[in-house]
């Protein structure tokens, strides 16, 4: 019988179904097919039995490889250097749960951070495995997100980021724009870029639209808000770098500066203001708005 392995420790199992190959066993396969995790590495996580079957029977060195296995494996990073700055739970209840997370962290694993992440900070905090995040926000941008307690309820809170019944507001320092006049809104057509990791602006049907709001006026740095109609890929720092005002500390937007790991100087200055939404449960009108606040150069903040 199929079922899901538990989370260990906040980190749930990833999945892979074995492909066609010639490999003898299970282990020849997994390295071949991740040549990053060292043979070593696999056998020391097989002998902590974190390499599963779909029924979820340890599997071994000696387990024989064969076409459509699904296993389960917990993935690990040697060495993975805690992130310093905490989040705060905002609400909790039976079924939702609404976090304020700090900028450099990740709501999920990604790259070098599988345990150091919003959700796995989360599941051990509260003990509860059960919690999916019902959106994301870049690893950079800080504030409000919200996560499903429960899976009775889950499809009905996800059913409203589909149907555009969440209103997001955000808050962004970026570069003064006085010859544009706002409140204004950003339409384009959003694609994947180069690298890969990135999007840009081309012709064609929109697929992204903003609206930008200025609520300070101080100095060669304004305060905005940007409300997304529309939920694509680094849509409001594409559409801000667009107009001639990237966000503060943006390091992908209008060009990639990278940052070297632990630096944590120069937060990029969005922030995931409040989220908004008539519950699909109660009925009753809820919002959730984050403590934190951006820095403004003026200010020293």
Known sequence: MQKRPPNID???????????????????????RFPSVSRAQWLARMARGRVVDGGGEALTPDSPFRVGLEVHYYR?????VAIPFEENILHLDDDLLVADKPHFLPVTPAGGHVHETLLGRLVRRTGNTE???????????????????????????????????????????????PG???PRVRSSRLVAGEPFFRMRETDGAANS?????????????????????????HQLRV????????IV???????????????????MQLLARQLAFVDPLSGAGRVFTSALELRTRATGD
């Open 131 to 177: 919690l999916a995040p019902l959106h994301r926000i870049d690893r950079d941008t800080a504030g409000v997100v919200l996560f499903s307690t429960h899976p009775r309820s889950r499809g009905r809170y996800q059913a409203l980021f589909r149907q555009r019944g969440m209103h997001k507001t955000y808050e962004a320092i970026a570069p003064a724009l």
């Open 249 to 267: 500390n943006d390091d992908l937007y209008p060009v990639v500066c990278r940052r070297e790991p632990g630096d944590y100087r120069a937060p």
């Open 209 to 233: 639209e903003t609206r930008i709001q200025v609520m300070e006026r101080a100095g060669d740095l304004w305060r905005y808000r940007l409300e997304p109609i529309t939920g694509r890929k």
């Open 239 to 246: 559409h801000m770098a667009a107009l001639g005002a990237p």
């Open 10 to 32: 906040g980190l749930a199992a990833s999945t892979l179904q074995l492909p066609p190959g010639a490999w003898n066993s299970v282990l020849d396969c997994l390295c071949d």
């Open 76 to 80: 690990e990073v040697a060495d993975e």
């Open 180 to 182: 544009l006049a706002f």
